[in-house]
Nanobody, 125 residues
Framework: QVQLVESGGGLVQAGGSLRLSCVAS????????MGWFRQAPGKEREFVAA????????YYTDSVRGRFTISKDNAKNTVYLQMNSLKPEDSAVYYC??????????????????WGQGTQVTVSS
C-alpha cells in the first residue's frame, strides 16, 4: 500500500557529490516527516537527516551538517538528499523513511513507520 523508492546511489571519489531521491507512493501515502538513514557494514543504522512536510524544518546529524542538504517537493511526494564533500566514512546503504506521527526523537530508526529498499553509496579514497 505504501512504497518508498530511493535512487541516485553509486560510486564516487572522496570529495565528490551525489544526489539521492526518495519517491513516496500515491495518494494513500500519509506522513508528517521524512528521514534519511544509513547503515554501513558491521555498523548500526544511523540517522542522517529529516524534514517535515508542512514547514520544511530540517534536522541533521553532526557528522553531515554543512555537507548534506535535505529538501522536498510536496507536489511530487519526493525528498532529496544532496551529498557534497563526500568522505569514505559516508559509504553505506542509504534508506529513506517516513514517519506518520510527531515524535520527540528524530534519530531513533524504530520511530519511523515506512522504509524504502535502500540505495548503495560508495565513496572511494
Amino acid at each position: 500500500q505504501v512504497q518508498l523508492v530511493e535512487s541516485g546511489g553509486g560510486l564516487v571519489q572522496a570529495g565528490g557529490s551525489l544526489r539521492l531521491s526518495c519517491v513516496a507512493s500515491g495518494r494513500a501515502f500519509s506522513s508528517v516527516a521524512m528521514g534519511w538513514f544509513r547503515q554501513a557494514p558491521g555498523k548500526e543504522r544511523e540517522f542522517v537527516a529529516a524534514i517535515t512536510w508542512s514547514s520544511g524544518n530540517t534536522y541533521y546529524t553532526d557528522s553531515v551538517r554543512g555537507r548534506f542538504t535535505i529538501s522536498k517537493d510536496n507536489a511530487k511526494n519526493t525528498v532529496y538528499l544532496q551529498m557534497n564533500s563526500l568522505k569514505p566514512e559516508d559509504s553505506a546503504v542509504y534508506y529513506c523513511a517516513a514517519r506518520r506521527f510527531w515524535r520527540a526523537s528524530w534519530i531513533r530508526w524504530d520511530t519511523y513507520d515506512y522504509w524504502g529498499q535502500g540505495t548503495q553509496v560508495t565513496v572511494s579514497s
